[in-house]
Protein backbone atom coordinates (compact mmCIF):
# COMPACT_ATOMS: atom_id res chain seq x y z
CA UNK A 1 0.00 0.00 0.00
CA UNK A 2 0.54 3.84 -0.32
CA UNK A 3 -0.45 7.07 0.60
CA UNK A 4 -0.43 10.19 -1.52
CA UNK A 5 -0.02 13.72 0.74
CA UNK A 6 -0.80 17.20 -0.91
CA UNK A 7 -0.24 20.20 0.81
CA UNK A 8 -2.23 22.61 1.50
CA UNK A 9 -5.06 20.97 2.47
CA UNK A 10 -6.32 24.44 2.45
CA UNK A 11 -5.35 27.58 0.34
CA UNK A 12 -6.73 30.74 0.06
CA UNK A 13 -5.08 33.04 -2.37
CA UNK A 14 -5.62 36.45 -3.87
CA UNK A 15 -6.34 37.53 -7.39
CA UNK A 16 -3.37 37.66 -9.57
CA UNK A 17 -0.86 35.72 -7.46
CA UNK A 18 1.05 32.91 -8.15
CA UNK A 19 0.10 29.81 -5.80
CA UNK A 20 1.75 26.54 -5.75
CA UNK A 21 0.27 22.82 -5.09
CA UNK A 22 2.23 20.37 -3.69
CA UNK A 23 1.96 16.26 -4.50
CA UNK A 24 3.84 13.07 -2.82
CA UNK A 25 3.30 10.09 -3.15
CA UNK A 26 4.91 6.24 -1.76
CA UNK A 27 3.46 3.87 -3.92
CA UNK A 28 6.55 4.06 -6.48
CA UNK A 29 4.56 4.43 -8.88
CA UNK A 30 5.50 5.97 -12.24
CA UNK A 31 2.44 8.25 -13.27
CA UNK A 32 1.58 11.18 -11.51
CA UNK A 33 -1.73 13.68 -12.49
CA UNK A 34 -3.41 16.73 -11.61
CA UNK A 35 -6.99 17.27 -11.82
CA UNK A 36 -9.76 20.09 -10.84
CA UNK A 37 -12.84 19.30 -9.09
CA UNK A 38 -15.42 22.28 -9.25
CA UNK A 39 -18.26 22.08 -6.91
CA UNK A 40 -21.02 19.45 -8.08
CA UNK A 41 -18.93 18.34 -10.92
CA UNK A 42 -16.42 16.15 -12.69
CA UNK A 43 -12.47 15.94 -12.48
CA UNK A 44 -11.03 17.68 -15.43
CA UNK A 45 -7.23 16.49 -16.04
CA UNK A 46 -4.70 19.66 -16.17
CA UNK A 47 -1.17 17.83 -16.50
CA UNK A 48 0.05 14.57 -16.22
CA UNK A 49 3.54 13.26 -16.03
CA UNK A 50 4.39 9.89 -17.13
CA UNK A 51 7.99 9.41 -15.40
CA UNK A 52 10.10 11.89 -13.72
CA UNK A 53 10.67 15.31 -15.68
CA UNK A 54 7.84 14.32 -18.09
CA UNK A 55 5.09 16.61 -18.88
CA UNK A 56 2.00 16.19 -21.02
CA UNK A 57 -0.91 18.68 -20.70
CA UNK A 58 -4.23 17.87 -20.19
CA UNK A 59 -7.75 19.55 -21.31
CA UNK A 60 -7.41 22.52 -18.77
CA UNK A 61 -3.97 23.58 -18.86
CA UNK A 62 -4.13 26.73 -19.69
CA UNK A 63 -3.29 28.68 -16.54
CA UNK A 64 -1.52 26.45 -14.74
CA UNK A 65 2.34 25.09 -14.50
CA UNK A 66 3.68 21.96 -13.49
CA UNK A 67 6.86 20.46 -12.85
CA UNK A 68 7.08 16.44 -12.17
CA UNK A 69 10.80 17.08 -9.68
CA UNK A 70 11.37 13.65 -9.26
CA UNK A 71 9.38 10.28 -9.17
CA UNK A 72 7.68 11.04 -6.24
CA UNK A 73 6.65 14.37 -6.23
CA UNK A 74 4.34 16.57 -8.76
CA UNK A 75 4.04 20.39 -8.05
CA UNK A 76 1.22 22.36 -10.11
CA UNK A 77 1.59 25.78 -10.00
CA UNK A 78 -1.63 28.79 -10.55
CA UNK A 79 -0.16 31.30 -12.45
CA UNK A 80 -2.65 34.05 -11.90
CA UNK A 81 -5.40 33.31 -9.32
CA UNK A 82 -8.62 34.62 -10.93
CA UNK A 83 -11.27 36.05 -8.65
CA UNK A 84 -13.81 33.90 -7.25
CA UNK A 85 -12.24 30.81 -8.43
CA UNK A 86 -13.34 28.02 -6.04
CA UNK A 87 -11.90 24.27 -6.31
CA UNK A 88 -10.34 21.51 -5.64
CA UNK A 89 -7.17 20.34 -6.94
CA UNK A 90 -6.98 16.44 -6.75
CA UNK A 91 -3.70 14.29 -7.56
CA UNK A 92 -3.30 10.88 -8.61
CA UNK A 93 -0.91 8.17 -9.27
CA UNK A 94 -0.70 5.43 -11.01
CA UNK A 95 1.70 2.05 -11.15
CA UNK A 96 1.94 3.47 -14.97
CA UNK A 97 -0.37 4.93 -17.90
CA UNK A 98 -2.83 2.97 -19.82
CA UNK A 99 -5.13 0.95 -18.04
CA UNK A 100 -3.31 1.06 -14.71
CA UNK A 101 -5.71 2.26 -11.56
CA UNK A 102 -5.22 5.76 -10.58
CA UNK A 103 -5.26 6.75 -6.50
CA UNK A 104 -6.21 9.77 -5.07
CA UNK A 105 -5.01 12.40 -2.60
CA UNK A 106 -7.10 14.21 -0.60
CA UNK A 107 -6.88 17.26 -2.31
CA UNK A 108 -6.09 20.72 -1.99
CA UNK A 109 -9.05 23.12 -1.44
CA UNK A 110 -8.56 26.44 -3.31
CA UNK A 111 -10.42 29.84 -2.58
CA UNK A 112 -9.36 32.92 -4.31
CA UNK A 113 -10.69 36.23 -2.98
CA UNK B 1 -17.96 19.29 -26.12
CA UNK B 2 -18.60 16.73 -23.59
CA UNK B 3 -17.23 13.72 -24.41
CA UNK B 4 -18.61 11.81 -21.63
CA UNK B 5 -21.83 12.33 -20.85
CA UNK B 6 -23.54 10.61 -17.49
CA UNK B 7 -27.48 10.81 -16.97
CA UNK B 8 -29.43 11.82 -14.74
CA UNK B 9 -27.47 14.29 -12.78
CA UNK B 10 -28.87 13.29 -9.75
CA UNK B 11 -31.20 10.08 -8.10
CA UNK B 12 -32.53 9.10 -5.09
CA UNK B 13 -33.59 5.62 -4.51
CA UNK B 14 -35.06 3.31 -1.91
CA UNK B 15 -32.94 0.42 -0.23
CA UNK B 16 -33.24 -2.46 -1.98
CA UNK B 17 -34.48 -0.96 -4.88
CA UNK B 18 -32.10 -1.78 -8.37
CA UNK B 19 -30.00 2.05 -9.21
CA UNK B 20 -29.25 2.26 -13.06
CA UNK B 21 -26.78 4.78 -13.69
CA UNK B 22 -26.09 6.00 -17.34
CA UNK B 23 -23.05 6.93 -19.29
CA UNK B 24 -22.06 7.69 -23.28
CA UNK B 25 -19.43 8.63 -25.01
CA UNK B 26 -18.29 10.06 -28.28
CA UNK B 27 -15.10 9.04 -29.04
CA UNK B 28 -15.20 5.83 -31.16
CA UNK B 29 -11.14 5.14 -30.26
CA UNK B 30 -12.17 4.68 -25.94
CA UNK B 31 -11.51 1.34 -25.86
CA UNK B 32 -11.44 1.06 -21.37
CA UNK B 33 -14.14 2.43 -19.19
CA UNK B 34 -13.58 2.90 -15.46
CA UNK B 35 -16.23 3.77 -12.95
CA UNK B 36 -14.95 6.18 -10.10
CA UNK B 37 -17.28 6.28 -6.74
CA UNK B 38 -16.32 9.37 -4.59
CA UNK B 39 -18.02 9.79 -0.82
CA UNK B 40 -19.07 12.60 0.41
CA UNK B 41 -15.88 14.44 1.36
CA UNK B 42 -13.85 11.95 0.51
CA UNK B 43 -11.66 11.15 -3.15
CA UNK B 44 -12.51 9.83 -6.06
CA UNK B 45 -11.75 5.55 -5.28
CA UNK B 46 -11.87 2.60 -8.53
CA UNK B 47 -15.24 0.77 -8.28
CA UNK B 48 -15.21 -1.05 -11.35
CA UNK B 49 -14.07 -0.94 -14.87
CA UNK B 50 -14.80 -2.44 -18.76
CA UNK B 51 -12.96 -2.22 -21.89
CA UNK B 52 -14.30 -2.86 -25.31
CA UNK B 53 -13.68 -6.76 -25.57
CA UNK B 54 -16.54 -7.38 -22.96
CA UNK B 55 -20.83 -6.57 -22.99
CA UNK B 56 -20.60 -7.23 -19.26
CA UNK B 57 -18.29 -6.73 -16.07
CA UNK B 58 -19.88 -8.37 -12.62
CA UNK B 59 -18.50 -7.63 -9.22
CA UNK B 60 -20.56 -8.34 -6.22
CA UNK B 61 -23.96 -6.06 -6.12
CA UNK B 62 -22.19 -3.76 -9.30
CA UNK B 63 -22.62 -4.67 -13.29
CA UNK B 64 -21.63 -2.47 -16.16
CA UNK B 65 -23.87 -3.07 -19.06
CA UNK B 66 -22.18 -2.30 -22.56
CA UNK B 67 -23.62 -1.19 -25.74
CA UNK B 68 -20.40 -0.60 -28.36
CA UNK B 69 -22.94 -0.10 -30.90
CA UNK B 70 -24.43 2.96 -28.79
CA UNK B 71 -21.49 4.07 -27.75
CA UNK B 72 -23.85 3.37 -23.98
CA UNK B 73 -22.83 2.02 -20.82
CA UNK B 74 -24.89 1.55 -17.64
CA UNK B 75 -23.92 1.04 -14.07
CA UNK B 76 -26.40 -1.04 -12.58
CA UNK B 77 -26.57 -1.33 -8.69
CA UNK B 78 -28.84 -4.23 -7.13
CA UNK B 79 -30.20 -4.05 -3.26
CA UNK B 80 -28.83 -0.61 -2.79
CA UNK B 81 -27.91 0.22 0.23
CA UNK B 82 -27.60 3.97 2.57
CA UNK B 83 -23.83 3.00 1.72
CA UNK B 84 -23.91 3.08 -1.57
CA UNK B 85 -24.92 7.27 -1.48
CA UNK B 86 -22.35 8.74 -2.86
CA UNK B 87 -21.08 10.34 -6.40
CA UNK B 88 -20.28 7.73 -9.41
CA UNK B 89 -17.93 9.10 -12.50
CA UNK B 90 -17.98 7.33 -15.71
CA UNK B 91 -14.87 7.71 -17.55
CA UNK B 92 -13.13 6.50 -20.55
CA UNK B 93 -9.55 6.23 -21.69
CA UNK B 94 -7.50 5.05 -25.38
CA UNK B 95 -4.79 2.90 -24.69
CA UNK B 96 -2.62 4.67 -27.16
CA UNK B 97 -2.98 8.15 -25.45
CA UNK B 98 -0.71 7.28 -22.65
CA UNK B 99 -2.79 7.74 -19.16
CA UNK B 100 -5.02 10.29 -20.37
CA UNK B 101 -8.52 9.80 -18.45
CA UNK B 102 -11.91 11.41 -19.50
CA UNK B 103 -14.53 11.79 -16.77
CA UNK B 104 -18.18 12.23 -16.81
CA UNK B 105 -19.77 15.09 -14.80
CA UNK B 106 -20.53 12.41 -12.29
CA UNK B 107 -24.19 11.18 -10.70
CA UNK B 108 -25.16 11.75 -7.53
CA UNK B 109 -26.81 8.58 -5.83
CA UNK B 110 -29.07 9.19 -2.23
CA UNK B 111 -30.55 5.63 -1.19
CA UNK B 112 -32.74 6.18 1.46
CA UNK B 113 -33.38 3.55 4.36
Known amino acids: GGIITQTPKFLIGQEGQKLTLKCQQNFNHDTMYWYRQDSGKGLRLIYY???????QKGDLSEGYDASREKKSSFSLTVTSAQKNEMAVFLC????????????FGPGTRLTVL | QQQVRQSPQSLTVWEGETTILNCSYEDSTFDYFPWYRQFPGKSPALLIA?????NKKEDGRFTIFFNKREKKLSLHITDSQPGDSATYFCAAMRDNAGAKLTFGGGTRLTVRP
Open chain 2, 50 to 54: ISLVS
Open chain 1, 49 to 55: SITENDL
Open chain 1, 92 to 103: ASSIGGGYAEQF
